[in-house]
Nanobody
Framework: QVQLVESGGGSVQAGGSLRLSCAAS????????MAWFRQAPGKEREGVAA????????YYADSVKGRFTISRDKAKNTMYLQMNSLKPEDTAMYYC???????????????????????WGQGTQVTVSS
């Protein structure tokens, strides 16, 4: 059974940092696509960052480029999102997602990365105060 579990969310002041983790079970982060999405109340879900777990190539939304870093640790079967210089507009529920197909693809639409999301985690809340 494939499962994704996020952790690391919390409340911080503007300019602070958080590191989100997405622990995967039921599959290995060998050659697939994974991504972080976020959704704030009243807004549509948006792609934040994505990564090819095999080669490690990354993609970021224009709004977070230079501030967020997506990475993965194959030994720990975990994906991470390091968030620095947080802004109030980063406040949202953050979800990790995965496309387990070996030939998966990452596309950029309107400046935001997207993947086919076959699996989702439960989400972790990030709140940034001004």
């Amino acid at each position: 059974q494939v499962q994704l579990v996020e952790s690391g969310g919390g409340s911080v002041q503007a300019g602070g940092s958080l590191r989100l983790s997405c622990a995967a079970s039921g599959y290995t982060l060998s050659s697939n696509c994974m991504a972080w999405f976020r959704q704030a109340p009243g807004k549509e879900r948006e792609g934040v960052a994505a990564i090819y777990t095999g080669g490690g190539t990354t993609y970021y939304a224009d709004s977070v480029k230079g501030r967020f870093t997506i990475s993965r640790d194959k030994a720990k079967n975990t994906m991470y999102l390091q968030m620095n210089s947080l802004k109030p507009e980063d406040t949202a529920m953050y979800y990790c997602a995965a496309d387990l197909r070996r030939g998966c693809g990452i596309k950029v639409v309107a400046g935001r990365p997207e993947i086919r999301s076959d699996y989702w985690g439960q989400g972790t809340q990030v709140t940034v105060s001004s």
